[in-house]
């Protein structure tokens, strides 16, 4: 069973940035990985896709603000959001993007002056 450890989350000022990252507890080299995120009362919502060799896809929310990386060696999928807006305030999640896993506990951002 795949399990995913997201971490990076935290309190940011609008226009600041933070780099979020998922650990997998299994190789993800052949698996198209996805952020999403969450906000209390609302569906879970997509992010960044991203496919084993590198290709990238981006909801148009993010696009320009948001870089989807991975490193499979390492069994990561990383997150770096810049100019963080007050309405990307959310729990964010990685996990497949074809297949879903069990989701992780996610990790909380804030954007707030």
């Known amino acids: 069973q795949v399990q995913f450890v997201e971490s990076g989350g935290g309190l940011v000022q609008p226009g600041g940035s933070l780099r979020l990252s998922c650990t997998s507890s299994?190789?993800?080299?052949?698996?198209?990985m996805a952020w999403f995120r969450q906000v209390p009362g609302k569906e879970r919502e997509f992010i960044a896709l991203?496919?084993?060799?590198?290709?990238?896809n981006y909801a148009d929310f993010v696009k320009g603000r948001f870089t989807v990386s991975r490193d499979n060696a390492k069994r990561t999928v990383d997150l770096q959001m810049n100019n963080l807006k007050l309405e990307d305030t959310a729990v964010y999640y990685c996990?497949?993007?074809?297949?879903?896993?069990?989701w992780g506990q996610g990790t909380q951002v804030t954007v707030s002056s």
């Open positions: 996990n497949g993007a074809t297949y879903t896993f069990s």
């Open positions: 299994s190789i993800i080299n052949g698996i198209n």
């Open positions: 991203i496919t084993p060799s590198g290709n990238t």
